[in-house]
């Protein structure tokens, strides 16, 4: 009996073609901006393509080749006119911003910063009337307010315009600087989100620091303080930094996550660090520090050398769980 080899469905070598074709109009500038959020805005028609294919292109390989050939001219035809039309969306549109609440009044202030996905630096104003001057280069939607009066609150969000069938796609180049009033005591609480961060606090005078790590990497400069504050940082799946200046008076709660941190600690800080669960991480603590509590594994108590001859001018990091990352602490 002869039998005769299964005919190839002719849909995906049109697909592939099709996929050059359109960067080849790309390059050309036939279909201009080319970007991926345009590209991801297509899935409903490779689903609706590949549907039909294996309904009736499988065993009829030139029906197979009509389907591919039907998708690649609705996605050429929606990638050209679909920006003009408002059906496919045209590439981020990159905008500088700056954002700005004059001191006043202001006794003390609330802020609240979504960081997203930019990279962002937060630093202590110079010689400014502002509480808050932020320059901020983006490609969603920013909304900033500011309320109250010898009490400010102000609070900076970002919503992308993307949403779970959508991913965000990072504008090139784009940056946040945000700078705040060394002049009143502020309540700081930052969301870092997937950018990486740079918090340079000294300078600054903090009534209490709440952060949130995403999957960027942070790096945060704490102040000196002649006030107590107390600080809560939950640690990502990003590379974290901690540098603790000499007379640094406060508390830092830390609850970890995937990701590392190393604390510096300047060569005569008094510092207390109060291991409570070392998870599956690790920590380390210079070897001359004194373990005033031993506990299981790596957990403990350690004080520097300088710890209780400075009582008004201690800081204390309470690792309430280390997470499955590595904990370095070095004196420099």
């Given at each position: ?22 960067w080849l109009l790309a390059n050309f500038n036939i279909i201009p901006d080319l970007n991926w959020a345009m590209l991801w ?242 920590v380390r603590v210079p070897s001359e520090w004194v373990e005033v509590e031993l506990g299981d594994d790596d957990e403990g ?32």
């Open positions: 009996m002869e039998t005769h080899p299964r005919d190839r469905s002719l849909f995906f070598p049109i697909l592939l073609i099709g996929a050059g074709l359109i805005r297509l899935w409903p028609l490779a689903l609706i393509a590949g549907g039909l294919d294996m309904l009736f292109g499988r065993n009829h390989p030139l029906v197979g080749a009509l389907i591919g050939l039907l998708a690649v001219g609705a996605a050429v035809a929606l990638l050209v006119a679909g920006p003009r039309l408002g059906i496919v969306p045209a590439a981020p549109q990159v905008s500088t911003e700056r954002y700005t609440e004059p001191l006043g009044d202001a006794g003390s202030a609330e802020i609240t910063l979504d960081l997203a996905e930019y990279p962002t630096t937060i630093s202590a104003l110079e010689d400014s009337s502002e509480l808050v001057d932020a320059d901020i280069t983006h490609a969603g939607r920013l909304t900033f307010s500011a309320t109250g009066g010898a009490n400010r609150q102000v609070r900076l969000n970002y919503n992308s315009g993307l949403n779970f069938f959508m991913p965000e796609f990072t504008a090139p180049d784009a940056e946040w600087r945000i700078g705040l009033s060394p002049r009143v005591p502020l309540l700081l609480n930052v969301d870092v989100g997937s950018g990486a961060a740079t918090l340079d606090l000294a300078g600054l005078e903090l009534s209490g620091l709440n952060l949130d790590g995403g999957s960027g990497a942070l790096d945060i400069t704490l102040p000196a303080s002649d006030e107590f504050y107390e600080a809560q940082l939950d640690g990502g799946s990003g590379a974290q930094t901690l540098a603790v200046p000499v007379d640094a008076a406060g508390s830092l709660n830390y609850d970890g996550g995937s990701g590392s941190l190393r604390v510096t600690i300047a060569d005569t800080a008094a510092v207390r660090v109060e291991v409570q669960d070392s998870g599956s991480g690790s108590v350690w004080e520097s050398a300088t710890f209780l001859d400075s009582e008004d001018r201690q800081f204390v990091l309470i690792i309430e769980e280390v997470g499955s990352g590595t904990i370095v602490i070095v004196n420099e």
